[in-house]
């Protein structure tokens, strides 16, 4: 079994939490997942970052990509150590250690402080509906 320390936990944590908050949030969702943009509102070739909450009121962040195969919807918390991404240029970077992510994808292309794009995982993927020019996500 792998070392189990600080970071290993807190990875572990910020994965399920939201997945946890998405599963409460699609109680009152429609078939398709939780509503989160209307397709209109998204480009191709255009990133964007949308605040959601859940159906308890909390707060999660999502990264929706146009591409010409569709949309992609990541979790927009770095998978390092939990902050939030931001976008810049035509990637997303974490401010508090410098890790950045393909935006269409979730790769890792650098990793926390210059480090291997190894030393993290790359940001998880939600599952995309695009259904009556809505976008959903579960």
């Given at each position: 079994m792998g070392k189990f320390n600080r970071r290993t936990f807190l990875a572990f944590v910020s994965a399920l939490i939201p997945s946890a908050l998405l599963g409460k949030a699609e109680a009152a969702a429609s078939p398709y997942g939780s509503f989160l943009a209307k397709s209109t509102?998204?480009?191709l070739g255009q990133t964007q970052i949308y605040g959601a909450k859940?159906?308890?009121g909390r707060s999660f962040e999502v990264v929706l990509t146009r591409?010409?195969?569709g949309v992609t919807a990541l979790e927009g918390t770095c998978t390092h150590q939990g902050c939030l991404v931001d976008l810049k240029k035509n990637s997303l970077v974490c401010p508090c250690h410098g890790s950045v992510f393909n935006?269409?994808?979730g790769a890792v292309i650098?990793?926390?402080n210059g480090s291997s794009k190894s030393s993290i995982k790359p940001l998880t993927k939600y599952k995309v509906t695009e259904k009556s020019g809505k976008i959903y996500i579960k």
């Open positions: 509102a998204i480009k859940d159906s308890n591409t010409r195969t935006p269409a994808s650098m990793g926390p």
